[in-house]
């Protein structure tokens, strides 16, 4: 593009040319797109990984339950629960860091035992059984509680739920991914007063 000029004495126009400033190269700007670009590719990686791998839902159960000590006086609490429990991982190319693990005992929807786990690594294709023993500790219950559940002792047992609250990372190769919510839920677990009764295996519901 040119601009003409020209004087008032008759000359002949001159053209100029009309000089535009380059824009300056912004490295920052090229940096951080190449970071994000090289970011965006490693995550289409690994979730092209994941689908291929296909992971499966984790599979728990309780093996064995027991309680000790149980005591109910004054709408108060004190026992000892024992349960075994079981995490299958049936995928064969993903692994878990178990980094956190809850254990809560409920009856009528009141808390009245909890236990804490230590940390653990499962491997992939593993069977992993670990035992538990969540303590009830001068627990008060709620009124409507304490009378069923000294309906229930009577009848020398006992049905409780059994819950799990995990934080949990997935490992495939070398990858690790952030920490998942791992709940698992045992409904209607049966324990007996008496140690003569065997127990029914019951089977967990699992959500992460």
Known sequence: MVRQTGVANGTLPTTVPDVHKQPRPRP???IAITILTLIALLGLAVLISWLAVRPRRLVYTIEDGKVKDFNLHNNHLNSTFDFIIKAYNPNNKVSLYYDSVEVIVSYDDQT?????????????????????????????????VAKDLKFEKSSGQVEIDVRLKAKIRFKLGIWKSSHYSLRVSCSSVVVHLHSSKSFERTSCDVDT
């Open 28 to 30: 920052r700007r090229c």
């Open 112 to 144: 009245i035992a909890f236990d804490v786990v230590e940390p653990f690594y499962q491997p992939s294709s593993n069977v992993t059984k670990f035992e538990v023993k969540p303590m009830a500790k001068s627990v008060s219950l709620l009124g409507s």
